[in-house]
């Protein structure tokens, strides 16, 4: 009969892992193949507003993630992460931060204003930029679960640009990466372009390898359903059932 010990002694007749051949740069956490450092902004800018990230756990082990490229771009203290599913929970020293005035919640609400309006009718303090960082889902479950998030005035961009980060499908148009959303927000408020220039620099960098090295480039799932970019030999009906399933994921995803 087979039994847990002999199991066990047969997983440890197998032979180890080789090791891993392939340096890993220390600063991006990348192989170095995949490196890019070299297009971080040099020196890191210092805006005088800062970003603070409530990320969802689970955004931590997306293999193509761009919080790290936002925290290496940015000054230290310019970019704050927390992470957590609902806020401030343990983290007693965003209390402070989320009950101050000067703390502008981006999140595309029908009440949020334009970022740009903010600018305009403000003196030039520095400002907390909250972005939830997740997906689309995962974001609004914390600003659900996070009463302290509601009374924040909540700011939107609007961009029509499709996102560089091409590679990671956006559940809809003008979605941006959290990494794009951080360097359009402070572009806005201190009034200077080459904080979304220079700061997705990497990310561009990254998506040109990794389309150069296959990965496929998507449109949204809203630009495909628009655009009925599904496959053409289908009749009707699947094409809905698709579509219908489509949606769905998206909304439990
Ligand atoms: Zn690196």
Known sequence: MYNEADALAELSDI?????????????CERPTSVCYCTSIPNPRLCPSSRIILLQHPAEEKRCLRT??????????????TFRGKYFPG??????????SDNTLLLYPSTSAVEITAVRENCDKSPYNIVIIDGTWPQAKAIYVG???????KQVKLLISAISNYIIRTQPSDG???????????LAALEGDNLYKEKLVEPLKVM??????????????KEFRIKNNSYPKLIGK???????????MKSELS
């Not at 996070?146 to 924040?152: A, E, F, M, V, Y």
């Not at 979605?175 to 927000?185: D, F, G, R």
């Not at 998506?207 to 949204?220: I, R, T, W």
Request: glycine letters at 4%.
């Open 146 to 152: 996070s009463p302290i998030l509601h009374k924040l």
């Open 207 to 220: 998506c040109e390898f990794q389309l150069k090295n296959g990965a496929v480039s998507h449109q949204s």
């Open 90 to 99: 343990r983290h007693t020293e965003l209390i402070d931060i989320l009950n």
């Open 237 to 247: 009906r699947l094409n809905k059932v698709l579509r219908e399933a489509e949606v």
């Open 67 to 80: 919080a790290p490229m936002l925290q290496l771009g940015l000054d230290r203290g310019k970019c704050l």
């Open 175 to 185: 979605c941006l990466s959290t990494l794009e959303t951080a360097a359009y927000a």
């Open 15 to 27: 032979p180890p892992d080789p090791p891993l051949m392939r340096s890993i740069c220390s600063q």
